[in-house]
């Protein structure tokens, strides 16, 4: 029983399209979130949602929104993709404590030509 | 903001060796992740660390925080091919309220020779 599942696991598009990753949790967690992972493997966070309000934005563009539709779904719309946003995309979700763990997705390769 | 620094930044270790990572944070660590990432896959949840001095250990592999919390270090004992990955540490923020994330070190990748 996958704890955060994200689909799809791989997508090639061609640059200019829009696409969306959908992330689904069933821990009973907060807060979600979705991180970058850029080609040096570098993890860095791009947004978080708690309760359905976005609790900060990483200065990532505005082609990228977040999309909550209840507290189990945090999904990620991008538009008039580019080149540059080939990565790998993790969702993630903690509970308001989150001492007791962040628990990530297997990601998402985005590869865009 | 917090930043992480991590070293070594790749280690190539014969199978059977000990090993050891660092991570050591600009600022005092409020709670201190490690993960491991194998190439291509997801995040998987090694141990987290809370109070300065505290150690914890799970297999082969044990994790501690030093007493003035600003840096934690990995320790591979009897290094196995299932070793091999990327390891990555993370910070949380001091309120540990979870809504700002984790910050990351930009990863150490473990090679494991036969």
Redesign the interface.
């Known amino acids: 029983d996958t704890a955060v599942s994200q689909t799809p696991k791989y997508l090639v598009t061609q640059m200019g399209n829009d696409k969306s990753i959908k992330c689904e949790q069933n821990l009973g967690h907060d807060t979600m979130y979705w991180y970058k992972q850029d080609s040096k493997k570098f993890l860095k966070i791009m947004f978080s949602y708690n309760n359905k309000e976005l609790i900060i934005n990483e200065t990532v563009p505005n082609r990228f929104s977040p999309k909550s539709p209840d507290k189990a779904h945090l999904n990620l719309h991008i538009n008039s993709l580019e080149l540059g946003d080939s990565a790998v995309y993790f969702c993630a979700s903690s509970p308001r404590d989150s001492y007791y763990g962040y628990t990530f997705g297997s990601g998402t390769r985005l590869t865009v030509v | 903001s917090q930043e992480l620094e991590q070293s070594p930044q790749s280690l190539i270790v014969q199978e059977g060796k000990n090993l050891t990572i660092n991570c050591t944070s600009s600022k005092t660590l409020y ?1 201190l ?1 490690w ?1 491991k ?1 194998k190439y ?4 998987i ?1 090694l141990m ?1 660390l ?1 109070k300065g001095g505290e150690e914890k250990s799970h297999e082969k592999i044990t994790a501690k925080l030093d007493e003035k919390k600003q840096q934690s270090s990995l320790h591979i004992t009897a290094s196995q091919p299932s070793h091999a990955g ?1 390891y ?1 540490c ?1 910070a ?1 923020t001091p309120s ?9 070190g ?2 150490t ?1 473990l090679i494991i020779q036969p």
């Open positions: 709670g992740y993960y990432q291509g896959e997801g995040l949840f987290m809370q990327i990555l993370g949380d540990g309220g979870g809504a700002d994330g984790l910050t990351f930009k990863g990748h």
